[in-house]
T-cell receptor, first 113, second 113 residues
Framework: KAGVTQTPRYLIKTRGQQVTLSCSPI?????VSWYQQTPGQGLQFLFE???????NKGNFPGRFSGRQFSNSRSEMNVSTLELGDSALYLC????????????FGSGTRLTVV | QKEVEQNSGPLSVPEGAIASLNCTYS??????FFWYRQYSGKSPELIMF????GDKEDGRFTAQLNKASQYVSLLIRDSQPSDSATYLC?????????????FGQGTILTVHP
């Protein structure tokens, strides 16, 4: 079955712009979470959605937002981009509760110039 | 104190040897634990998850969990050069932390022929 699909794979934006990243989870998976990965901070949790509701949120400024649609697809948005937002943004999905882990997509590499 | 800490690397082992990766966690409410492997330039790939005290084996991989000591480990037997990657330990909590994966900083493993 198809894995977690993230688009676009690469993105270059200018400071001050905004960006929207998309994630299609594995079919049947209802929980979608987003992570930021940088060399200095590692993998950091942004937020998690389930049934179109944000269930958990990490310690990121309000410029970072997300949403989930009825088909479980999710988007995250970053407004007023800063140089420090340059990172690999990873989406992950799983069915819901239970011990099994999240499956990650290939990520979107965002570069802010 | 970081919530999830991994033994400092990098770790280098000869081909055929056992690689031992260790992780400690601070949140006693953590319910499940995961080991992800990440090749350079790729997204994390789930290797194993464990939620009960004791050992869990899957092929060349064995995960061990000791909740009293708040300790998780991953053993890789008969290490191969293809095992060379960054290994990430992660936990998932209960209650309000449910759905949030907390990652360690990763341990770089190199298996040399």
């Amino acid at each position: 079955k198809a894995g977690v699909t993230q688009t676009p794979r690469y993105l270059i934006k200018t400071r001050g712009q905004q960006v929207t990243l998309s994630c299609s989870p594995i079919s049947g998976h209802r929980s979608v979470s987003w992570y930021q990965q940088t060399p200095g901070q590692g993998l950091q949790f942004l937020f998690e959605y389930f049934s179109e509701t944000q269930r958990n949120k990490g310690n990121f400024p309000g410029r970072f937002s997300g949403r989930q649609f009825s088909n479980s697809r999710s988007e995250m948005n970053v407004s007023t981009l800063e140089l420090g937002d340059s990172a690999l943004y990873l989406c992950a999905s799983r069915f819901d509760r239970g011990p099994d882990g999240y499956t990650f997509g290939s990520g979107t590499r965002l570069t802010v110039v | 104190q970081k919530e999830v800490e991994q033994n400092s690397g990098p770790l280098s082992v000869p081909e055929g040897a056992i690689a031992s990766l260790n992780c400690t966690y601070s949140d006693r409410g953590s319910q499940s634990f995961f080991w992800y492997r990440q090749y350079s330039g790729k997204s994390p790939e789930l290797i194993m998850f464990i939620y009960s005290n004791g050992d869990k084996e899957d092929g060349r991989f064995t995960a061990q969990l000791n909740k009293a000591s708040q300790y998780v480990s991953l053993l890789i037997r008969d290490s191969q050069p293809s095992d060379s990657a960054t290994y990430l330990c992660a936990s998932i909590g209960g209650g309000t932390s449910y759905g949030k994966l907390t990652f360690g900083q990763g341990t770089i493993l190199t298996v040399h022929p």
